[in-house]
């Protein structure tokens, strides 16, 4: 019982739903159909396995700077930038 435990332990990290790559594939598909607000919780999904990773970075930028072409007024995008 004990050894299935620390193989199923060892073993979790592989088996993580979903990979870094994966996450960047649905990240572009989503930005690529505008979906902007899916598109940026993706990448922080990404940025969470990958904190340092300067694609995921400069994803996460892009997608907070297309929020912004959505909102015309000052006062809504202060709300916008805030509420992030």
Known sequence: MK??????????????????????KQGAAL???????EALAVYQK??????????VLCKIAKQYDDSMLDVTAKSEKLAAATRR
């Open 3 to 24: 050894i299935a435990l620390l193989i199923l332990c060892a073993l979790a990290p592989l088996l993580r739903a979903e990979t870094l790559d994966e996450l960047k």
């Open 31 to 37: 930005d690529a159909q505008w979906k902007t607000d």
């Open 46 to 55: 990404a940025e969470a396995l990958a904190p340092q990773d300067l694609e």
